[in-house]
């Protein structure tokens, strides 16, 4: 089994792709060893090596956030790990473990479902799949006063260049195509 492996636009995280699918639909986010612990075989082992600090699944990805050691002294551990469990066959996801990493309930008036379903098909065709080539995942949050609250994950959650892009691609993007997005936030 052969890994690859990118870098990101967040030095702190490294996209793993090993060449199988991961998660079918969706994506799943760990922050901690006691999130991963039930949801995740994969993340919990991922977990265990000291400096991994989160994990998160794409389709065919996973990136991996550190911190303190170098990716030298980690890369060699993660990708074993990695290797280990595809090679082992057992599931990346336990049963019922799907909704690791959920956000709360979307919010937003109903009046504005018009517009709030253009920004989420906007955020899908466009903002999403070019987030999912730097390893990580936004996902609509909710709308409020012409303010877009989008939830980052992945790389891009604590990426040094996560607010350009938010406000200069993504803010940019929305106001282009709907007038009445003002501001676009990270929750």
């Known amino acids: 089994m052969f890994i690859q492996t990118e870098a990101t636009p ?3 995280t490294l996209k793993f792709l090993p060449g199988k699918v991961v998660m079918q639909d969706g994506t799943a986010e760990f922050r901690s060893e006691d999130e991963a612990a039930s949801a995740s075989p994969l993340a919990a082992k991922l977990f265990s090596i000291p400096g991994v600090t989160g994990v998160f699944y794409g389709y065919d990805f996973i990136t991996v956030t550190k911190d303190g050691p170098d990716w030298q002294h980690l890369k060699p551990a993660i990708l074993g790990a990695i290797m280990e469990h595809f090679m082992s066959g057992a599931p990346v996801m336990n049963a019922g ?4 990493g959920m956000t709360d309930e979307e919010f937003f008036d109903e009046a504005d479902g018009t517009v709030v379903a253009t920004i989420k098909e906007l955020l899908e065709t466009r903002v ?11 996902t609509f949050r909710g709308f409020k006063d012409g303010k877009v609250y989008l939830y980052m994950k992945g790389a ?3 990426c040094p260049s996560s607010t350009a892009t938010l406000k200069h691609g993504i803010q940019n993007l ?3 195509f709907v007038p009445e997005v003002r501001e676009v936030e990270a929750v």
């Open 174 to 176: 929305l106001r282009h």
């Open 156 to 158: 891009c959650a604590g």
């Open 97 to 100: 473990g799907n909704e690791a």
């Open 10 to 12: 967040n030095p702190a």
């Open 128 to 138: 999403r799949p070019a987030v999912a080539q730097d390893g990580g995942d936004i």
